[in-house]
Nanobody
């Protein structure tokens, strides 16, 4: 059974940091691009970042460039999203996608 399980969300003050993790099971994550997508309350899904199978290519939404870093550890079948200098507008549920499957999401709230 294919599963993606996100963790690492929480509440943080503006300027703070969080690291999200997405653990994949049931498939070999290194064979796939992996993507983070977020959805803020009342808004549609927004692509945030992607990484290719071997981790040498990454892509970012303009508004998170320089603040977020996507990475992966294929030995652990895990993808990470390091989020620094968080802003209130980063508040959203963050979802991991890979091999056409989605995780359940992890909530990130940035508020003072």
């Amino acid at each position: 059974e294919v599963q993606l399980v996100e963790s690492g969300g929480g509440m943080v003050q503006p300027g703070g940091s969080l690291r999200l993790s997405c653990v994949a099971s049931g498939f070999t994550a290194s064979s796939y691009h992996m993507t983070w997508v977020r959805q803020a309350p009342g808004k549609g899904p927004e692509w945030v970042s992607s990484i290719n199978g071997h981790g040498e290519k990454t892509w970012y939404l303009d508004s998170v460039k320089g603040r977020f870093t996507i990475s992966r550890d294929n030995a652990k079948n895990t993808v990470y999203l390091q989020m620094n200098s968080l802003k209130p507008e980063d508040t959203a549920a963050y979802y991991c996608n890979g091999a056409q499957h989605w995780g359940q999401g992890t909530q990130v709230t940035v508020s003072s």
